[in-house]
């Protein structure tokens, strides 16, 4: 299947910066349009790594923080159901909402060899460098006997150089959204062993 290009690099209206959904409405949207578990986790995972990036690294306040969050939160909303619109069904979705266009552009930025939108602001980097390293090392996880508990940077590196584990994990992109975000791979990696496990 292809993903079709957005074909365009402008989201929401400026009018509309720093609206988001609530938490409840949030969390409807996604039980409503994604009905994979296993979609739902690594969606909930991101948006949890994205709040505490932006609440440790980015030094965000709590609004801040939320729109992070809802960014990873529902960046795949619209993949279950409607795979052949992914992108274009949640960023349509949420322009209708009004929400701010710093989250919708984050989440048409965050494959851009497949969307043709460059990563550029700190929310939109850090949500492409978030989403493939945050599955595979959910795939590593579950495959050691003690889960996260454990895990080193070590391990998650050799699990990444084995083409054939989480093979569906795109290397290519975890290093091109590591060199935009100008952060090391190590240190990317030892955020997600850290944060990761507090999602059940």
């Not at 209206?13 to 409840?24: I, M, P, V, W």
């Not at 069904?89 to 710093?102: A, M």
């Not at 497949?114 to 939109?124: H, L, N, R, W």
């Not at 390293?133 to 996260?148: E, I, N």
């Amino acid at each position: 299947m292809e993903i079709l290009p957005i074909g365009r690099t402008s989201f929401g209206d400026a009018a509309n910066t720093g609206n988001t959904l609530s938490r409840e409405e949030a969390y409807a949207l996604l039980q409503e349009w994604v009905k994979n578990e296993r979609l739902q986790l690594h969606m909930r995972q991101v948006g949890h790594l994205m709040r505490h990036w932006a609440a440790e690294t980015e030094g965000l306040e709590e609004a801040d923080q939320w729109r992070w969050e809802m960014a990873g939160l529902l960046h795949d909303a619209d993949w279950d159901l409607w795979p052949e619109q992914h992108c274009h069904k949640i960023i349509g979705e949420l322009e209708k909402r009004q929400v701010c266009p710093e989250v919708i552009r984050a989440i048409a930025s965050h494959g851009p060899r497949y969307f043709g939108v460059e990563p550029a602001t700190s929310m939109d980097k850090m949500l492409y460098a978030f989403d493939e390293l945050s599955g595979l090392v959910h795939a590593y996880s579950l495959m050691r006997p003690d889960g996260y508990t454990g895990m080193d940077v070590k391990g998650v590196k050799k699990r990444l150089k084995e083409k054939s584990f989480a093979a569906n994990v795109s290397r290519e992109d975890i290093l091109d959204a590591c060199q935009r975000a100008a952060i090391q791979q190590d240190e990317l990696i030892a955020f997600i062993i850290k944060h990761q496990p507090q999602v059940n």
